[in-house]
């Protein structure tokens, strides 16, 4: 029998392999995230796995893709379900995106902390937004949603499998390998014809919207390493003459603890592409649409934490204005040093991010009594505090990304009264909860808390 999370970490490698021979430069990614994580870990030792283990790193995946109506995310949800991920978050990006970027997202993703240490892998989830105005007209949006109502992604037995493994936990070997060929291929580029003309006229609103709309199938848009030092990649992906995108979204470089999450892409490739003429041929042409993400993780804030990520950001906005591109990442930086705390205990006292405790091996045996203050029993050597590692996304670097491997700007009627979405909207969406993350992080931090509390014989204060 194969488990859920051998389900899914097979299931990530098979993907990998699979996106790798169809966009090469991926492969590139991997390899040279792979180079800059052992020369981390020579250079920085133990300090280096801070933030989870070099096994669970090199391994680490996460996937983004877009399909078009609620039914279809129903369905992903059921595919990923049968992996053990739940959905996790909600990203509006309409409103993250200076550009026409007409979704909602959510990312589906282990929950517990111990199938996170097994395999980690999460996909970024993107649904098309027809009802909103901003993007389309009565006429469009009817075009666009009958559209959609005649395709199908996944295949029957697929999803069959998928509820299978969801409500037993495991699959035998046969049905896991059919399970895994069928999901693999669900999600490979399809060599069908694209009509040429309505892929064009949904590029005019969107360049998301049409690869999203314009086809009739859906497929990984990229598939992202993660590294501990993003910089040093960049430097040695444009080493290699791979056009990487103009900046790495996310909090700046910097000499304090990293948190939440950075990212960044080599640019989308053009990739030849079957396309129907309006006379019925079938001609050679091609499209931008996929590109090589990859990603270094933090801490996870707190709400609190998470405000003042924000309004710093807007500082950064602030004093950015007028100033050349090049200057942002060195007023980021300057920002971020004069208003957060410049090493984990400090975020950890100021509440500010996610820690779990654990009583330490060589804590004091003197045979005093340990004090009931958490600061103070880390502090003397009673319990050691670990960050929790951020496994969610940022909407505004989601929407940089996005933008910057885009062919146009696309359009957006700002005279018209946006279609609201929420997670509750979503969660009713696809019949599954969208589950808070910040309400994850806590829940790991209390249950730390609460294994101290009885391994020491007291009550925190």
Request: proline share 6%; no cysteine.
């Amino acid at each position: 029998m194969i488990s859920q999370w051998q389900l899914r970490a097979a299931f990530a490698a098979r993907l990998s392999e699979m996106y790798g021979r169809e966009v090469p430069a991926y492969t590139t990614l991997v390899d040279v995230s792979r180079e800059v994580n052992e020369d981390v870990l020579r250079a920085r030792g133990a300090d280096a796995e801070r933030l989870g283990s070099i096994g669970r790193v090199t391994a680490e995946r996460h996937g983004a893709i877009r399909v078009g109506t609620p039914g279809e995310l129903a369905q992903v949800a059921r595919v990923f379900g049968a992996l053990g991920m739940r959905p996790v978050g909600f990203y509006d990006l309409r409103e993250a995106a200076a550009s026409a970027v007409p979704v909602v997202s959510t990312a589906f993703r282990p929950v517990d902390g111990e199938e996170l240490a097994r395999n980690p892998f999460r996909v970024f989830t993107s649904l098309l937004t027809p009802a909103d105005p901003r993007f389309f007209d009565d006429g469009l949006r009817s075009r666009l949603e009958t559209f959609l109502a005649s395709r199908q992604l996944f295949p029957p037995q697929l999803l069959a499998l998928a509820d299978r493994a969801e409500a037993e936990r495991e699959l035998p070997d046969e049905d896991a390998e059919r399970f895994l060929q069928l999901a693999v291929a669900a999600f490979e580029l399809s060599g069908e014809p694209v009509d040429r003309a309505w892929y064009e006229t949904l590029e005019r609103i969107s360049a998301v919207a049409a690869d999203i709309g314009g086809v009739r199938s859906t497929h990984i848009n990229h598939l992202t390493p993660r590294v501990l030092d993003i910089d040093e990649l960049y430097r040695r992906m444009t080493d290699r003459g791979i056009e990487m995108i103009d900046t790495i979204q996310g909090p700046p470089a910097w000499k304090g603890p990293d948190v939440l999450l950075r990212q960044t892409s080599f640019r989308a490739l053009a990739e030849p592409r079957a396309m129907r003429e309006p006379d019925g041929s079938v001609v050679s042409g091609a499209l931008r649409v996929r590109f090589g993400e990859v990603e270094a993780r933090g801490i996870a804030l707190t709400r609190e934490g998470r405000a003042r990520y924000d309004r710093l950001l807007t500082l950064v906005d602030q004093r950015a204005t007028g100033r050349p591109p090049a200057d942002r990442q060195e007023i980021a930086r300057s920002v971020w040093e004069e208003h957060l705390p410049g090493t984990e205990q400090e975020l950890a006292a100021q509440g500010l991010a996610y820690f779990t405790y654990h009583v330490a091996p060589d804590r004091p045996r003197d045979g005093g009594a340990p004090p009931a203050r958490l600061d103070e029993l880390v502090a003397q050597g009673w319990v050691r505090a670990e960050p929790v590692v951020y496994e969610d996304f940022l909407p505004r670097s989601a929407a940089g990304i996005f933008q910057s491997n885009l062919s146009g700007e696309g359009s957006r009627h700002h005279d018209q009264q946006g279609t609201a979405y929420d997670a509750e909207w979503l969660s009713g969406a696809i019949g599954r909860e969208v589950q808070d993350p910040f309400t994850l992080y806590a829940r790991q931090q209390d249950a730390s808390l609460a294994r101290v509390s009885e391994q020491l014989g007291l009550r925190l204060v």
